[in-house]
């Protein structure tokens, strides 16, 4: 039975809460759907292998509960702070019954990269998805009281990290490959407030629609997933308790969105259903134009 998106999942306004960077799920009020119980697979990635950076939590935890249900193997890469939660993406991993590896890492240094991209070819004999999901965010209220530092570390994971992982699996992925990257509805509307996260994502953008033209020769496809203002731990982590209480109220659905919703546009982008499809960047935001 169908309903209505617009009060489908909570809506604003939350109650005010905060942490450290990059925020944890389970404190979050309310708890954010990553498909732990919702999401239903069909057989739609049988016999596929994907790696997902940033699969511990948000988007990628999603992104890795469908690609297992939908029957894939799945490795995640993830900060070895939140081994935690990587433990328990594995187990809903593993009750899918496909295979889990875990890759405690950082990105954000080409030899990582390197590294985790062989272990899961090893482990798995193949890589036929890449998702590069993994993101580090900081508020840039102006240029005078952004950090050198921030600025650095947001491009050295969002930016630099994706041109490694990217460069590193072409070598492994074969004919028909899919590479997935997460970008934002900020790549085009980026927000003053957030111009530095924003620059990342646009230079995501563009990555993405070059490479798809660089990698068609060799058979993979490229493409991007803008999600909007998403539930995730990244909102009490990089935002102020005001803007936490009222987040995605301005959208037409007057809500944010749940993990969960963001999932099925990889799952399209990494079966064989979008052969055709290479060099899109796909909006996932609730209404919002986004042009």
Request: net charge negative; charged share 20%.
């Amino acid at each position: 039975m169908s309903r209505d998106p617009t009060t489908l999942y909570p809506r604003p306004p939350f109650e005010p809460q905060q942490q450290s960077f990059p925020g944890k799920t389970a404190p979050m009020d309310p708890k954010p759907d990553h498909g732990e119980e919702s999401y239903r697979g069909s057989g739609r990635l049988a016999g596929k292998a994907a790696l997902i950076t940033g699969g511990d939590s948000g988007i990628g935890r999603a992104v890795a509960i469908a690609f297992a249900r939908e029957g894939a193997d799945v490795a995640i890469a993830y900060l070895s702070a939140e081994e935690a939660e990587a433990r328990e993406v594995e187990a809903l991993i593993t009750q899918a019954g496909v295979r889990a590896l875990l890759l405690p890492t950082d990105i954000s240094k080409s030899a990582e990269a390197r590294a985790i991209v062989a272990k899961t070819t090893e482990f798995f004999g193949k890589i036929n998805v890449l998702v590069n999901n993994a993101a580090f965010q900081v508020p840039t209220p102006s240029l005078e009281e952004t950090k050198d530092e921030d600025w650095e570390a947001m491009f050295a994971t969002n930016v630099h990290g994706t041109f490694y992982m990217t460069k590193a699996v072409v070598g492994v992925m074969k004919l028909g490959g899919s590479i997935i990257n997460t970008a934002s509805v900020n790549t085009k509307n980026p927000p003053p407030s957030l111009f530095g996260y924003s620059a990342t994502k646009g230079a995501i953008g563009n990555m993405t629609v070059a490479f798809a033209q660089l990698l068609a020769e060799k058979g993979l496809r490229v493409n991007a997933v803008l999600p909007g203002p998403i539930w995730t731990p990244f909102i009490p982590s990089g935002m102020e308790g005001d803007a936490v209480k009222t987040f995605g109220s301005k959208t037409p659905f007057g809500r944010p969105g749940q993990p969960v919703e963001v999932a099925p546009p990889y799952v399209m982008l990494a079966s064989d259903e979008s052969s055709y499809i290479s060099g899109a960047l796909i909006t996932v935001a609730g209404g919002m134009p986004i042009f």
